[in-house]
């Protein structure tokens, strides 16, 4: 059994695709540091890498029904979680980490995709007998408004900021309501200008001012923005080489092995190495949306969406702070930066996918 | 919306993020590209600087005048504050550490990965460090080097010295090496004398730790180049002779060869050690050496200009002449005064000279008899002798800082004195004193162009190659001779006032005294009212080979100050150049 036969399938090309990138992603990590090959970043995303595996298999294994049964449980599962990281042990500022046995785990990146599961469940309930906006707008929100402050108290903003892009676009995508957009976007800037205009002191503006151009603040906080871009730009069009990130090795691009992961990717394999990274994550969000319109259950139309949207953002967010077209907020670069907790979730996402359209048996008419 | 462009619309949004995002890559990586790579090779490639030892400023013979002194330092590199202060009290057990080098000055290493620990280093330590650290990769042993200026203060004003203010390099902070020429030679030939320091490229990561194990290869390095040697025409071992001289009052002396004009000494004393400035000076030395009041950086060859009291009289005897105003055998008679309008001018010499022509005036320094040449001559007529003799004009080829002087001109006059110039202004110009002022190279000048008769071959104080032409000034033979023989006189006549430098009857020359302050004040002759001394001469008389002029500030006379200088002078000449005396030009 060749390649091709293998990924003639379309939840196969998922799986193969997000196993990809992790795996492109342990290579990067194996040469980020100025040591030998086997570095302790490394080895730990390797040990994820597999275990994200058998996760996806034993998903394959289950019911789409199941999944169903289950996101109400899960929801309140991973607000639990959110509770119980409160009381945790404080880690340079925040309470983002539940340690057990000697592993960690951030609840945080678990409450995406279940609050994914949960406005799926709800939406598909609603949706035989409730056509009202102000319903689907409400519970929407308040399934969101919950975690979202949770988060807000650790305080981890970069997720928190996820959330809310995530919400945002599952809630506007499933209870479309010009009127509703219009009159909200109007609240924000009406509100805005004068807050901007009056109440802000100078130096608040300033350091706003900063925040959208960090070269004002080469050492202090414009100093990441701008090693990253030194990275990136450094990389040419094939590379330095694997092994020659010297931004990286030296020190001199923080985050290395986190937020600015990708940034080290595009410095060792230049612009062609990012494009084929690029068309990775390109393929990973648009390849299920294809399958959208054929879906008739609401419920499994809203995972679909909102995996996509979760890969999106994630990939948007990170890509754009590494090329300097966005404030450098801590989000890391989804299945390429090193972490346990989310690339596990990520991969039960991308899994998800697969397995919807892998049940889905009409695939053949699509011709995809 | 409608559910079948849900799917469309967010594919749409999807693509265009993606475009966006891949146009910004295509800008920072293929545009940018090539800058960037330039920006992340400043990152991490460092360049460190190869100190090279400066040229040497030589004498005429060689000896050196000022050179660079290879000095080992004692580095430790690669070491967080634990791992440097462990090293240093390993150190501390073998060798005396700089007690400057305390903690306190941790603060200002950040960013230099390297720190010194010691100084040059002594022959023995360097062998110890070799023998017992040798396996410590973080001591690092680097040369560098100083300047010496081994005749110190007697040199001072012609050497200059160094910069203090040191450029620092990344790798090993201050350099002695890097010092750049302040003044004197050493600013003039900075260039030259400086070389080239040499570079080579270090890794470093984003603390300034060295990489070590890893070469740079960079197209940038280069190796030092030594700086060229100068080599003056200064006789290194006269000038200290001369400078040694100087006991008991400040002043300058210039002593130059007729026939080249090369400049053998040129001493201005008080001098200061230039080799303070070879290294950080202490506040304590710059505040002693900025306060002096004898003014240690004066360069008193160039900068001090002063009335020259009666050895102007050469000047006034060949204007006198020339102009026909007296005749060699023309005859005053010195009373001891002459009246002025209705004012006393008086001789130096109260009971008077009696008869007088112009060679014995000369020899005596008679007043009288220069006063009346001067009101015979007029102030045009004389000022453009002045300046034939070339006061008011500075020796702007010489690489010195140098006043001009005063000649009382109709310029000087109309500007100063209300376009007046009185009788009693005249007389006072013939015999050197008022207005007119002059500078002890000036005055040398003045001596030259007699010995040479009437030829004067510019100064030259280092080989260059467009020497100017010499000048030739026209005098009459027999006036020549007139002035010739009283100037011999004035040194070895029995009333002659330069007879405190008499030797060998082959001196010639002339003594002046310059008041500072009127004869009538009851400061007169004291401290700083002391008259200035002048003494200027060439040897040897029958065929002359150099002139010496001594400047004494308040030296009080001419012949009693100047004249033993000369004396050593013109015998540390014989002694050295005397016997090949052709062989010199």
């Known amino acids: 059994m060749n390649l091709t036969s293998l990924l003639q399938k379309p939840h196969r090309k998922i799986y193969f695709v997000g196993f990809l990138i992790i795996f492109l992603s342990c290579l990067n990590l194996a040469f980020i540091d100025n040591e030998e090959l086997i570095n302790v970043y490394a080895v730990k995303q390797f040990f994820w890498f597999l275990l994200s595996i058998l996760t996806s298999f034993l998903i394959s294994r289950i019911r789409l029904q199941s999944i169903k049964t289950l996101a109400v449980p899960l929801y309140f599962f991973s607000i639990l979680l959110l509770i119980i990281v409160l009381f945790s042990e404080e880690i340079s500022g925040a309470r983002s980490w539940i340690k057990l046995y000697g592993f960690s785990f951030q609840p945080s990146e678990l409450v995406k995709i279940s609050y994914v599961f949960m406005i799926a469940k709800l939406y598909s309930d609603l949706g035989s007998y409730s056509r009202s906006f102000a319903i689907k707008y409400f519970l929407g929100l308040l399934f969101f408004v919950i975690p979202f402050i949770l988060i807000m108290i650790q305080p981890d903003f970069g997720s928190a900021f996820m959330l809310l892009l995530l919400s945002m676009a599952v809630i506007f995508s499933f209870s479309f309501n010009r009127k509703f957009l219009f009159i909200l976007l109007l609240l924000i800037i009406v509100i805005s200008i004068p807050v901007w205009q009056s109440y802000l002191k100078p130096y608040q503006k300033q350091r706003i001012v900063n925040f959208i151009n960090p070269e004002n603040d080469p050492r202090g906080y414009g100093y990441n923005a701008i090693q990253s871009k030194i990275s990136i730009g450094s990389g040419s069009i094939i590379g330095k080489g694997f092994g020659n990130s010297s931004q990286s090795k030296f020190g001199f691009l923080p985050e290395k092995h986190t937020d600015f992961a990708f940034s080290v990717w595009a410095e060792q394999t230049g612009f062609l190495g990012s494009l084929i990274l690029l068309s990775l994550y390109l393929f990973l969000i648009i390849y299920p949306l294809l399958f959208l319109s054929n879906i008739k259950d609401v419920f499994l139309k809203v995972i679909i969406f909102g995996i996509s949207s979760y890969f999106f953002f994630h990939f948007l967010v990170n890509s754009l702070m590494t090329i300097g077209l966005f404030p450098v907020v801590g989000i890391p670069m989804i299945l390429f930066s090193y972490g346990g907790t989310s690339l596990l979730c990520a991969s039960i996402a991308f899994s998800v996918s697969a397995l919807i359209i892998s049940e889905f048996r009409d695939y053949n008419r699509l011709g995809v | ?585």
């Open chain 2, 1 to 585: 919306m409608a559910k079948s462009t849900r799917s469309n619309l967010s594919i749409l949004i999807v693509t265009i993020f993606f475009l966006v995002i891949i146009s910004r890559l295509f800008y920072l990586q293929i545009i940018k590209g090539e800058q960037y790579q330039e920006i992340s090779r400043k990152n991490f490639i460092r360049e460190a600087i190869i100190p090279s030892p400066r040229g040497l400023i030589l004498d005429r013979n060689g000896k050196q005048i000022a050179y660079s002194r290879p000095v080992v330092n004692l580095y430790v590199k690669n070491a967080n504050d634990l791992k440097f202060n462990e090293i240093k009290n390993n150190l501390s057990n073998y060798l005396e550490l700089d007690p400057s080098l305390k903690l306190k000055n941790e603060k200002s290493y950040v960013g230099i990965q390297r720190r010194l620990l010691k100084k040059d280093l002594s022959i023995d330590e360097i062998y110890l460090i070799e023998d017992l650290f040798k396996d410590i990769s973080n001591i690092e042993l680097i040369v560098d080097y100083i300047r010496v200026y081994p005749y110190g203060e007697s040199a001072s004003h012609l050497t200059g010295h160094l910069t203090s203010n040191d450029k620092k390099d990344f790798m090993y902070g201050n350099l002695f090496s890097n010092r750049k020429g302040a003044n004197g030679l050493e600013k003039f030939f900075d260039k030259t004398l400086a070389g080239n320091v040499g570079s080579k490229f270090l890794y470093v990561d984003s603390k300034g730790r060295e990489i070590i194990g890893q070469e740079v290869e960079d197209s940038r390095s280069k190796d030092i180049k030594k700086g060229n040697n100068i080599k003056t025409t200064i006789d290194i071992e006269l000038q200290k002779t001369i400078y040694d001289q100087f006991v008991n009052f400040n002043g300058a002396v210039i002593v130059s060869d007729l026939k080249s004009g090369e400049i053998l000494a040129l001493v201005s004393k008080p001098g200061f050690d230039p080799n303070l400035f070879s290294q950080p000076i202490s506040s304590k030395e710059w505040n002693k050496l900025k306060t002096d009041k004898s003014k240690p950086f004066l360069n008193r060859a160039f900068l001090v200009s002063s009335p020259p009291g009666s050895i102007i009289k050469i000047i006034t005897a060949v204007a006198g002449l020339e102009e026909e105003v007296v005749s060699p055998s023309t005859e005053y008679y010195c009373p001891g005064y002459t009246k002025v309008g209705n004012r006393n001018f008086r001789c130096w010499l109260r009971g008077g000279h009696g008869m007088q022509d112009v060679k014995k005036a000369l020899i005596t320094s008679c007043d009288v008899y220069f006063y009346k040449v001067g009101l015979g001559l007029g102030i045009k007529k004389y000022s453009s002798w002045l300046k034939k003799f070339g006061i008011g004009n500075s020796h702007n080829y010489l690489p010195f800082k140098q006043k001009s002087g005063v000649v009382p001109d109709r310029n000087f006059i109309d500007k100063y004195l209300n376009g007046k110039f009185y009788s009693g202004d005249m007389v006072n110009v013939a015999i050197g004193q008022g207005y007119l002022t002059l500078n002890v190279v000036q005055a040398n000048k003045i001596i030259s162009i007699i010995a040479n008769d009437g030829e004067f071959v510019p100064y030259k104080l280092f080989d260059s190659i467009d020497q100017s032409k010499s000048e030739k000034l026209k005098i009459k033979p027999k006036n020549l001779k007139v002035i010739k023989d009283g100037l011999l006189g004035v040194v070895n006549d029995s009333n002659g006032t330069g007879f405190h430098a008499r030797d060998d009857l082959l001196l010639a020359g002339k003594t002046g005294t310059a008041q500072v302050i009127s004869k009538d004040s009851a400061n007169y002759g004291y401290g700083e009212y002391k008259n200035h001394g002048w003494f200027t001469a060439y040897y040897p008389f029958d065929d002359p080979k150099i002139a010496i002029t001594v400047f004494a500030e308040h030296g009080d006379s001419g012949g009693r100050a100047g004249g033993p200088i000369i004396k050593k002078i013109v015998s540390y000449y014989k002694e050295n150049y005397g016997e090949n005396l052709d062989e010199l030009n």
